[in-house]
């Protein structure tokens, strides 16, 4: 019993900041109040009605889905070649290539001002893009690593042995093994990159504010639910696709 109800206070704790800005959302008064007075879908319209936010959302995904393919790609190969051949400076070529989870965003973020300046990348999609999977790439190594920790490499030789080529058997044999991690790392991918708002308020140039820089603009001079109902709304659309994207995992991990 003292554990149950050790549990529920630790849920509850980890899910009151979600109740509090999803019940804000709706509330009839002019700023975010908790418990919220009345019913209304007022912000929501508000929300959609407003250009800056559609278009920020629309950029940011664009910006959090096409990070998360090169990280995806980049992430799958590196954790292949970290996994399976032991170089000299194995234990160093590993640390830097997750050393971006270590440094403290601002200072990433400043690095690579500094270094698009140089050359000719500052401001642009590209460099964004860049940025943001030097700083997810980390992760779906990390994740496919814990694929590979309980793949058996005698599988991959025995296709080698039928005679399948290298590619064929990446494809055919390795991917669908490690298939889970490589999921899981370009989900967490595709969510850090969309959330991004330190790199990104570095490198962002002119026309390409995302949805965390124009959340972040827009509480310094308005104290309104818009914010909230946008964060509900976000709430709601990882809801309705990571639970789906979750039983996929599981589905793949047990089958």
């Known amino acids: 019993m003292i554990l149950l109800s050790l549990n529920a206070l630790i849920m509850l704790f980890l899910l009151a900041p979600i109740i509090v800005v999803v019940a804000t959302a709706f509330t009839t008064s002019p700023y975010p109040v908790f418990p919220p007075e009345g019913f209304t879908l007022a912000w929501f319209e508000r929300f959609l009605g407003m250009s800056e936010f559609t278009d920020a959302i629309e950029r940011s995904t664009l910006l959090a889905f096409t990070s998360m393919v090169v990280s995806a790609v980049l992430g799958t190969f590196s954790a292949l070649a970290l996994g399976r051949w032991k170089v000299p400076g194995h234990g160093a070529i590993s640390a830097l290539m997750l050393s971006p989870i270590l440094f403290p ?20 999609f590209a460099g964004l893009v860049a940025a943001h999977s030097v700083l997810t790439t980390p992760f779906v190594i990390r994740l ?112």
Do not use: C, K
């Open 105 to 124: 965003a601002i200072v990433l973020g400043l690095a690579l001002l500094v270094f698009y300046h140089r050359i000719g990348l500052a401001g642009s």
């Open 144 to 255: 496919v690593l814990a694929s590979l920790a309980e793949f058996d490499p005698a599988i991959e030789e025995a296709a080698r042995n039928l005679g399948a080529g290298w590619w064929r058997t990446f494809l055919q044999v390795t991917l669908p093994l490690i298939r889970p991690g490589v999921l899981a790392g370009a989900v967490f991918a595709f969510i850090i990159s969309f959330d991004e708002l330190v790199i990104t308020l570095f490198l962002a140039g002119p026309g390409m504010t995302t949805l965390p820089i124009r959340i972040f603009t827009y509480v310094e001079y308005s104290s309104d639910p818009t914010v909230s109902a946008i964060s509900t709304a976000l709430i709601i659309a990882w809801t309705l696709i990571g639970v789906p994207v979750y039983v996929r995992f599981l589905s793949i991990r047990h089958s």
